[in-house]
């Protein structure tokens, strides 16, 4: 039988380590060139697959496939564009097939969160049944953490090491100033539903009296009462109080903090993000002096303080995804699977895409202490492995050399366009 | 004659390499100890020496000291006290004085800025006046590198690198998003009066499509029109737009772009920065999905991805004042003296307290390009060495390793209480 291509997408947002899995994808790909072809990548993710724009991963240098390793972002491009269901939308999903089919395609990797997990799902079903199979694979990533089965997600370790580092940097600034300058910080991280993020800011106390000393979980209803006392309490006791704060974090009827915030003139809601409302309501409840940081992208990007657990995790996934493909498994997810805390130990595991669809992992509850406030020992004892190490990026003139590959288009073969 | 000992004080906002300069200090001291006595530091800086509230740093131990280096934020503590004028308060001076007499100081070492210098420099001539002569030295800090005559100060080479960095990632993932997602991405940076950790942003554009396409300086008046052209213009080019904007930036009659934000129903300010204003204004005119980062204390804190060349500066500052007491000197301030740009060479230099005292240094007009929204060759060949070398700090368990002294009171020796 004649080799087959094989294709790769990044999906959603992007992480610091995404890179870290293609390289593990096309470089273990490299190494089998008696089972699989070219690796094609989808410019701006499924996108280009729909429009028939893809990427000859085979014209980029070692060299540059390895600096994908430390490079940040989705070298490829991503996209927020979710496939609509079969019945929904049977048009796209031939379309896909369609492109499969013209460039030889054999083997379809997906990376993203739980949303790209379901459409791979989608994929290696309808491929089957339209008489052109692919094997489809999953390849895990998201900074959230959410995903199930799998006991972390590459991109989490990282972000999470970024949050750790930034907050213990940032809380002995405070400290250090809080005699007669700022008493309160509050800093504001990713994490819409599931509080990962936030949890991961609790590994920077390392004693009773560090920071932070408040965590805002979107999985516990914001409790005003308790946590402008909890802030006096620890002014007065340690002279300061560094907060963080999920973006998610949510009043008991489900509102968002962020967006309980006073409109202006005109109706407008607030600009802000949630963590100058945290800061502005203890203002007006205590007098305390605050700053506020939003870190946005940067956490997701900060591929300079990555955890070197994250890129091994990351690297690893992309690398089993075509292990799976080359043993001929389809509709199927490398996953992580800890075999011990302490030494952390781990090894690769395997789910079906079915399993992984769509479905969101939350904080559980044991992992957030009695008064919703802070991590548990538990939930330490899950996160620190995945903070460990460094992976320091190569520097030159005092800036990361992150890699821009050359990203050159396969000729298209299909006369058809397709609508986004 | 007795030896003397010597007080040291940190003020103002700490930074990620002050502590290296309190290390030289120390270091310097505990190295001639035929000359100086003990190093006593201000807890939390001057407020420490008025209130007698003095720290005995002999009794850390070399490691703790050495571990000072690679420490952020103040480790006995800062302040914003501003000493008033002589004729205004003189009782501050002469309870100086007073305190020194009790603990045989003999040299007064004061790290900070502007309004420091303009201290140190009272208190030595003062102290002549009174017949109990201290030699004085200052030590220039600030992370918003306005100090005249010192070709830099220390701490803004670290909040260089990590702004020049952060934005350089935050581009990428914002890059490889904008197809579907946001296509313009503010971040806002320090900088109340001058335009130079903005400036270090423009270090991440290293080809002409690069990121940061769009810098804001204090410097230069904002003009609206101007700059939502500029978005739109690269919107349209590169898919995707990245500003860095300082917190001080203001529009022509001198109001902050910040204060410039509606008020909310109650006649509240605007909670947020100034990122959001500039993102909002921008959506308002084009419609663009935007994003947006306030850093604040993350940034002046960063000491894990901190300039090799910031520490190395600091540290040789804290080496040089202690050099130049030894040497009979006082009144003065040592500074940084550039030497070569390629290679980049620079000494120790030093001028007196009374040329540095209260002058703030802004961008000069040539290292703005023509239309105001970015930095000249010119100002990128200042900036470059200032962010080169890395300088990480040791880690553990996936955190860096940041020292917390025992700071241990020297016994107080007057009766008197002196009101702050």
Redesign the interface.
Known sequence: MEKRNAFYA?SG??T?VINATACGVIETARKHKNKIGKVYAGR?GI?GALTEDLIDTSKESASAIAALKH???????????KLKGVEESREQYERLIEVFKAHNIGYFFYNGGGDSQDTSHKVSQLSKKMGYPIQCIGIPKTVDNDLPITDNCPGFGSVA?YV???I???A??????A????KV?V?EVMGRHAGWIAAASG??K?DKEDAPHIILFPEIPFDKKLVLKRVKECVEKYGYCVICVSEGARLADGTFLADS??????G?K????VA??I??MIKQEHGYKY????????Q??????A?K?DVDHAYAMGKAAVQFAIQGKTAVMPTIVRTSNKPYKWKIGSTTLARVANVEKMMPRSYITKDGLGITERCRTYL?PL????A?PP?K????R?VRLKNIQVPKILNTKFKI
């Not at 915030?261 to 005109?266: E, L, Q, R």
């Not at 700053?291 to 940067?298: F, N």
């Not at 903070?387 to 460094?390: D, H, L, M, S, W």
């Open positions: 990044q947002g992007v610091a701006n996108i490079t940040p972002s989705g070298a490829f491009g991503s996209c927020r564009y090491k750790a580092v930034s213990k940097e940032a002995f600034d405070v400290k250090s100033m005699e007669t300058s700022t910080f800093m590994l920077a390392q915030g006073n409109t202006d003139a005109f407008h607030q600009l802000g993000g100058p409302i800061a502005d700053h506020w940081a939003v870190a946005d992208y940067l997701r990007a900060a591929r300079h303080i955890s657990t620190q903070i460990k190490g460094e320091y520097y003139d005092g800036l990361p992150y």
